[in-house]
């Protein structure tokens, strides 16, 4: 293995520090926390054993891995959006899929009424 130095830029890591001020935060007691948790009506609630005691654990399905064509002006802006430009292309997909897939089945058992399709022209190839 080489001897070659790592090291870390510290004027870039001075750019990704947030606004929190951390000694104030490891100054709460727990029961400061709770409180604080309680009130706020977006924080997830905390989990006590019980809740783990009666937890499922569920695997997410493995992906298939998949080669497709896409216009290239699709796939720039994906990329422009930052990382992660494949996970939010699947979002894409899934979201599509879960509203077809939906209306699909309402049409195939009749129980709900789906709205009617618009009909989409193809452009000439110029």
């Known amino acids: 293995m080489s001897a070659r130095r790592i090291f870390a830029d510290t004027r870039s890591l001075a750019r990704h520090r ?4 951390w000694a104030r935060v490891n100054a709460l007691t727990d029961r400061e926390i709770e409180e604080a948790v309680a009130s706020d009506p977006d924080a997830a609630p905390i989990l006590h054993a019980e809740w783990f005691r009666n937890a499922t654990l569920v695997m997410p399905e493995r ?4 080669s497709m064509r896409i ?3 699709i796939l720039e ?5 930052g990382r992660g430009y494949q996970s ?3 979002a894409v997909l899934a979201a599509y899929y ?3 897939s939906t ?3 309402a049409r195939k058992t ?8 618009r009909r989409i022209r193809k452009r000439s190839a110029k």
Do not use: C
């Not at 947030?18 to 001020?21: C, F, I, S, Y």
């Not at 802006?77 to 959006?81: A, D, E, G, L, V």
């Open 71 to 73: 216009d290239r002006e």
């Open 110 to 117: 009749g129980s709900v009424r789906s709205a009617p399709r």
């Open 18 to 21: 947030g606004k929190t001020d």
């Open 98 to 100: 879960r509203a077809h």
């Open 77 to 81: 802006w994906f990329k422009r959006q």
């Open 103 to 105: 209306r699909e089945h």
């Open 88 to 90: 939010r292309m699947h």
């Open 63 to 66: 992906k298939v891995p998949v």
